[in-house]
Nanobody, 119 residues
């Protein structure tokens, strides 16, 4: 599976952004998908994940209630709707594919898209 993330940009605090991740390959619907982020000087951290058919989602506490992960298996895509953005959300965002929505193993990673939130 090859993943391509897009949709990042420069926004102000309180704004919204929608990230997209397009996947190639016919097995997309068999993978759980996750979003991660890495801020400068910090370790990569989990943001959100969704099960292979979209019935289960989970979020980091820091984004719960503001971010929504979704997927469209017909379009081989996963999305991250980010509302009420804060400066601390500034990071490179990565999408990833793995076997389990509650697992820590992700086998495929996209290249990342930069999100910058100004105060």
């Amino acid at each position: 599976v090859q993943l391509q993330a897009s949709g990042g940009g420069l926004v102000q605090a309180g704004d919204s952004l929608r990230l997209s991740c397009a996947a190639s390959g016919r097995t997309f619907s068999s993978y759980a998908m996750g979003w991660f982020r890495q801020a400068p000087g910090k370790e990569r951290e989990f943001v959100a994940a969704i099960s292979s058919v979209g019935g289960i989602t989970r979020y980091a506490d820091s984004v719960k209630g503001r971010f929504t992960i979704s997927r469209d298996n017909a379009k081989n895509s996963v999305y991250l709707q980010m509302n009420s953005l804060k400066p601390e959300d500034t990071a490179v965002y990565y999408c990833a594919a793995g076997p389990l929505v509650y697992g820590n193993r992700y086998d495929y990673w996209g290249q990342g898209t930069q999100v910058t939130v100004s105060s």
